[in-house]
């Protein structure tokens, strides 16, 4: 089974929870390309075997999300020590393939009442796994319309929530410190690819920072993430030599990578 097949089937089984999600990581780079502002280029997007989808801890999500991917062929796949445990819902058989998380935004301290880590919430029959800052991808998120004429072979067309370019790229400036070097140098290209994919936008980027996104979050967290574009994109660094060399069906350099980053950064965050 291909990749966007597997996304279908994730995505029908999903059909009736899909207004209070947001398909977010690698999945919602891909699928940005079909958003009407972006511009997309010939090379083709970064791939990711894992889809994950975020919702909110209010989230009105009733029924239960488990039993509709068991109906369409997921199974659960524990890990952890965690109460619930950290679940993944593969699908096929294996551990190479196909496969969803569930994740929820960390609130407070990190830890519960009771001293010990607040690490999983179980909502709708599933596990979410609670990462920070994954709030910030949930504000103002931007439809897209999914179909098989497009070349995602769902029953038929699907509206799927995705993470702003914005939010995606402020929540990757974030988190960078508790990143695995590898995942840092894939968060760069992703943050260089998401800019050249709505690199016509910028002006209107600009105002859904200043006018949409700023405002939910903390003055402090705010002024981080304007810092932070200048602090990973002011000079080429090993991170940013080391997303270079990612790309299989292009040739981009790190001084590339860097100055389009600066560039494109600045005129968004300022």
């Excluded at 958003?35 to 209010?58: C, E, G, N, Q």
């Excluded at 009733?62 to 679940?87: C, N, Q, R, V, Y």
């Excluded at 179909?147 to 067309?157: F, M, Q, R, Y």
């Amino acid at each position: 089974m291909d990749d966007l097949t597997a996304l279908a089937r994730l995505l029908d089984a999903l059909r009736p929870w899909l207004g209070h999600v947001v398909i977010i990581g690698g999945w919602a780079h891909r699928l940005h390309r079909f958003h009407p502002l972006s511009h997309p280029p010939r090379y083709a997007p970064l791939r990711t075997k894992d889809a994950d989808v975020a919702f909110s801890i209010s989230a009105p999500l009733a029924g239960d999300i488990a039993a509709a991917l068991k109906a369409a062929g997921f199974h659960e796949d524990f890990s952890g020590e965690h109460t619930p445990p950290i679940t993944q819902y593969r699908l096929g058989g294996g551990d190479q393939g196909f496969f969803a998380e569930f994740l929820a935004p960390l609130q407070g301290s990190g830890f519960k009442r009771n001293g010990q880590p607040d690490v999983t919430v179980a909502k709708a029959g599933v596990t979410a796994q609670k990462l920070r800052h994954l709030d910030l991808l949930l504000v103002d998120p931007w439809g897209v319309q999914l179909t098989k004429e497009i070349g995602v072979p769902v029953t038929s067309a699907v509206n799927v929530m995705l993470p702003n370019p914005v939010t995606f790229i402020a929540q990757k400036l974030l988190i960078q410190e508790h990143r695995k070097a590898d995942k840092k140098a894939q968060d760069a290209l992703y943050i260089h690819d998401t800019l050249e994919l709505f690199g016509g936008e910028l002006t209107d980027l600009n105002t859904l920072w200043r006018q949409k996104v700023r405002p939910t979050l903390h003055d402090k967290t705010a002024r981080a993430v304007e810092e932070l574009q200048r602090e990973h994109f002011g000079a080429v660094t090993d991170v940013i030599r080391n997303a270079a060399r990612i790309p299989q069906d292009r040739v981009v350099t790190a001084e590339r990578i860097q100055a389009a980053c600066a560039y494109g950064l600045g005129e968004i965050f300022g």
